[in-house]
């Protein structure tokens, strides 16, 4: 059975493409009219997504189209490492990014992450 879309509206469409800074989350593109940015699902809708602001990443028609109903891990298999991207994404300095990988590092050896299936 289809999953019936839902509009997706202004105000959310908006805060995804601010936090994004204009670009595509998986190659990084900025926003231009040859490539104008559409909102991507991180999980699909046709797997059980939402339309919530945790589910939405900002992605050029090219990635969007690639990606199609595929899990978010499949856009990255032989290209850019998903840490990368998302430290493009955010904004995060190289140093930033690492501080983060430490401080995960530590609370996985202390027991405080649970391994994501």
């Known amino acids: 059975m289809k999953t019936k879309r839902r509009h997706i509206g ?3 469409s ?3 493409l ?7 989350f998986y190659c990084g593109a900025e926003f231009n009219t040859d490539n104008p ?7 699909p809708l046709c797997s059980g997504g939402t339309n919530q602001l945790n589910n939405l990443v900002a992605a050029c028609k ?4 690639e990606k ?8 990255f298999e ?3 490492h998903f840490e990368e ?3 493009v994404y955010l904004g995060l300095s190289t140093f930033e990014l690492a501080v983060l990988r430490v401080l995960r590092r530590i609370r996985k050896m202390l027991g405080l992450v649970r391994e994501i299936s």
Do not use: Q, W
Request: glycine share 8%.
């Open 14 to 16: 908006s805060a995804v």
């Open 68 to 75: 199609g109903a595929k899990p978010i891990g499949a856009m």
């Open 10 to 12: 202004v105000h959310i």
């Open 18 to 24: 601010e936090f994004s800074n204009y670009r595509c």
């Open 85 to 87: 991207a998302v430290r």
């Open 62 to 65: 090219v990635c969007n189209r």
């Open 78 to 80: 032989g290209k850019r």
């Open 37 to 43: 940015l559409t909102l991507d699902h991180i999980v």
